[in-house]
């Protein structure tokens, strides 16, 4: 690989923040965020607007058959392109960099390359994923595992949403159920520039994240089932109150993980995020409690030994208060590791550029920890202020913003000279699980 | 008062049943149960169905302007009322026999007493009392409170429900927004039967309970402000999570009833029935909590020594957490201690009967409560199975509620009878706070 890897050519970073404003307005919730749940009319109205830019800026666009969106330019070979992008789908109160930046950036290397004339070995691609989130349907980052052959289309299609809408349905409601096949095509390499939506860049006054992994994902459903009674006149020791185990629950993953990151150099989060009470009213003891359990860690043994602590303390707790509680599983991820060659040619880039540059990992899930499982993978990461995401007062700098987009540009024609050894390229139908 | 208090008048039990089948089909939920929240068209349609009984027995039938409804047999003389009732309205997973034996029994005491052409001194009057959960619109025991002067008018109208529905427009739109005057007249004395609702007489094989008093009620919602943040890359010292320290107080609950009710002779019950998180996503913290607080206790200066230790608490926590946390009285009554010749003329019948029968006081609220603010009342207890209550399982044999039923009758007959010292009927408006 080239060791020089930047010339002058740049983004429009006005255009860019442009976009990001214009698609921030598409399920605007207040605080300045938006509302887009995978697959809904807001999420229709998003895609078609992105979708509508991809034309315009004359890429061939298709969707294929779980609802991506790829936008293509051709290259010099008519071979598997150099891919970025991400998603433009939100949780609920969703901020308007999360996906949207690593989409619109993508959008930004394509006219940069048309405005000057610059041909590629490769075709390059531009892609926004499905149901990122999870928010909606379980599990989070659906339609990249599926591009890569992860989930079968049929099972993917058939997912039973936290409203009852069903994918396959809801899909061909908005217009998004594509003819292109899935799995997709694999990419020579794959880019994705996100924002950190945590606070250690802007912590220690790093500009750019070259991103090394990402934390595996343990996401679980728990429904307790005690039993409803009168708040006055039960007897707390002759309760089953499904309200008290699932707070007990809540309380004890904060433990665990505070435990669990003192005595350990890695760092285990948990978070209870949804809970949910039945009959929910205040002088009724809760006969059915609903909650999520949110663990992750770059470690998988240690991810594994949360999850066993977590089972031990629900089995105990439910036995004691006589409720019975039944477990999903809506997500479970193991740890990802990027490819080096890719993490060291974002670094590479970022420094060449003149931005102060980071090795870390990621924690939270991306579209990039599914492709990884078929062609070299990395991802660029930009401060988030105060680390808050999810949530419209999610920030980042203009000017970060730019500089993202720059390295993300810098870093595909950097690997669109690279010649992966095709030992990397795994076929997708090998890695089907 | 006469120690020979019965005779040979017995309530029609197989009605008294029937018409309790009945109205459970009124809003029915799967398991047999009701849901009619207040002033719902459940409840409307439930309303209907008794006052059309009560038509049909004879009775002139009245509703104030809080919506409660008085039925009145007329007495030998034009004086005040002897009053039996109890509600209609359910929580959302009601049983079959909260509220509505009480005031479905005041039906079978009119119409024995009429089938028998007894003439009593005084008017009878059955009621059932506007909102008694409060399980819709804070506080329970609306009606009774509006129809003793323990609340104006005015500001009961006003109320806003969970659903943010307003009292005095559902009144009005399901038709229950009468023009008898509130505060009502003050009755000679006031009988309430209802189903225990608790373990007790079950446990020690007795079948009437001569109630006593109520425990005093704390209801306090509390609004618990953090900061919403991505699940996965938010350290877990740098969070602002409203859900944990939700949970925190709902599990701080459980001990602080634990430890009053172990070291105390008195039996403190305390619980987090209502929790609602925001944005309520897997892999979100949330920023925002809801929950209620119950707290119950027979003794007052204990049950403000368990407020103060939940207020100590949710400050220490909210502190800890970085979090806000606003309070809101939903509710706040008093203990209360019926009148001793009521609750003697109750265990008196009930011997007198043939039937087991113990003092005792209830967990529960009840419109006696209210009522026990103007005039002599007292209140007869029936055993529920398993002591289960708030639930569509609620249940007490046929024969402890024709028992109920006749202990009833004959309170109110020995009543009628009783010349009450006149110092004992305050007036309404004295009693205003």
């Keep these: 690989m080239n060791t020089r890897f930047t010339n002058d050519l740049r983004i429009d970073g006005d255009r860019l923040i442009r976009r990001i404003e214009e698609l921030a307005t598409v399920g605007p919730i207040e605080g300045g965020g938006s509302c887009r749940l995978a697959l809904t009319d807001e999420d229709r109205a998003g895609r078609d607007l992105v979708g509508a830019w991809m034309s315009e800026i004359g890429l061939s666009v298709s969707v294929d058959a779980i609802g991506n969106v790829i936008g293509t330019r051709p290259g010099r070979i008519n071979g598997p392109p150099i891919m970025t992008g991400s998603h433009i789908d939100t949780v609920r109160t969703g901020g308007r960099y999360d996906g949207n930046l690593g989409v619109l950036a ?85 880019v994705e520039l996100h924002v950190e939506q945590g606070p250690v860049l802007e912590a220690e006054g790093i500009t750019i994240g070259a991103v090394t992994g990402v934390q595996g994902i343990s996401w679980t459903e728990l429904t307790i089932t005690g039993q409803s009674n009168h708040a006055g006149t039960t007897p707390m020791n002759l309760r089953h109150d499904a309200g008290y185990v699932a707070a007990a629950i809540a309380v004890h993953l904060r433990h665990l993980a505070l435990e669990m990151s003192d005595g350990r150099s890695d760092r285990q989060v948990a978070t209870a995020g949804r809970l949910d009470l039945h009959p929910d009213l205040v002088n009724v003891v809760a006969g059915l409690a609903t909650m999520t359990v949110d663990l992750r860690n770059t470690d998988e043994k240690l991810l594994r030994d949360a999850e066993a602590e977590l089972a031990r303390f629900v089995a105990e707790t439910a036995t004691a208060e006589g409720v019975t509680v039944a477990e999903r599983t809506l997500a479970r991820f193991e740890p990802v590791v990027f490819d080096d060659r890719v993490v060291e040619t974002v670094a590479g880039v970022a420094t060449e550029l003149g931005h102060s540059v980071r090795q870390m990992p990621s924690g939270a899930g991306h579209d990039a920890q599914m492709l990884a499982r078929v062609c070299p993978t990395g991802m660029v990461f930009v401060p988030s202020r105060d680390g808050i995401s999810h949530n419209p007062a999610e920030y980042t700098a203009p000017a970060d913003l730019v500089a993202g987009a720059d390295v993300l540009l810098h870093t595909l024609l950097a690997l669109d000279a690279a010649d992966f050894d095709n030992e990397t390229k795994r076929i997708v139908e090998g890695r089907n699980q």
Tied chains: 1, 2.
């Design 106 to 190: 993508g959008l930004e290397v394509v006219e940069t390359l048309e405005r000057h004339g610059v041909q590629t070995e490769h075709p390059v691609a531009v892609a926004f994923f499905t149901d990122e989130e999870g928010a909606r349907f379980p599990p989070d980052m659906l339609g990249s595992l599926v591009y890569v052959g992860g989930l079968g289309l049929e099972a993917a299609l058939d997912i039973v949403g936290i409203d009852g809408a069903i994918v396959g349905e809801e899909l061909a409601r908005i217009g998004y159920r594509g003819i292109a096949p899935c799995p997709g095509p694999v990419p020579h390499a794959f």
